[in-house]
């Protein structure tokens, strides 16, 4: 079965550069979820899309921007990197239709050297 | 504030050694309530969903039951390879946020 997709799997980065992950829901999912896992934490959200549309922020910085676009995939723009941002990012995707759980894809591993 | 508390934090067991991971909450309106299991560097992986009070889920060792107020993660007998972090969420809210509990890193000795 279709999975959520992530790219890249890992990621370094220098102080002060930019990153941009993306994501790739399951086929006929319309809701796109980011969070931020860091060492032996929980994950925090960030941020969700429905229908290419904002629905819901979180702990997301002003340093970090995303949207999703007309095929669904999003993607997750970070600027002025710095070393706290360093953590596993995950995406998950739903289908917008009462509660439903979300789906993980494997994650983004950004490292700030 | 929309809080979800999970206990304990860790949890060591023998092989064999059957135990119950609790999942408290505090949310307006909730809609439902996921278990997932993570292992080291990777994705969560969805385990159940519980809707209301009173219901219950199974899978292989894994039973999963929910109240007003929390849900219980029973497993019974456990293996080593159950050995995992589990983590609660919980969506509620206007805007049906999901919130994530810290989880409990379960580890099951040989």
């Known amino acids: 079965a279709a999975g959520v997709i992530q790219s890249p799997r890992h990621l370094i980065k220098e102080k002060r550069e930019t990153a941009t992950l993306k994501c790739y829901p399951i086929p006929r999912h319309d809701t796109v979820y980011w969070y931020q896992q860091g060492p032996g934490q929980d994950p925090q959200f960030l941020i969700s899309f429905y229908e290419k549309m904002q629905s819901d922020k979180g702990s997301i910085p002003d340093r970090f921007s995303a949207q999703q676009f007309s095929d669904y995939h999003s993607e997750l723009n970070m600027s002025s990197l710095e070393l706290g941002d360093s953590a596993l990012y995950f995406c998950?995707?739903?289908?917008?239709?009462?509660?439903?759980?979300?789906?993980f894809g494997q994650g983004t591993r950004l490292t700030v050297v | 504030e929309d809080q979800v508390t999970q206990s304990p934090e860790a949890l060591r067991l023998q092989e064999g050694e059957s135990s119950s991971l609790n999942c408290s909450y505090t949310v307006s309106g909730l809609r439902g309530l996921f278990w997932y299991r993570q292992d080291p560097g990777k994705g969560p992986e969805f385990l159940f969903t519980l809707y209301s009070a009173g219901e219950e889920k199974e899978k292989e060792r894994l039973k999963a039951t929910l109240t007003k107020k929390e849900s219980f993660l029973h497993i019974t007998a456990p293996k080593p390879e159950d050995s995992a972090t589990y983590l609660c969420?919980?969506?509620?809210?206007?805007?049906?946020?999901?919130?994530f509990g810290k989880g409990t890193r379960l580890h099951i000795l040989p």
């Open positions: 969420a919980v969506q509620a809210g206007r805007d049906d946020k999901i919130i």
């Open positions: 998950a995707s739903s289908e917008n239709t009462g509660v439903t759980e979300a789906f």
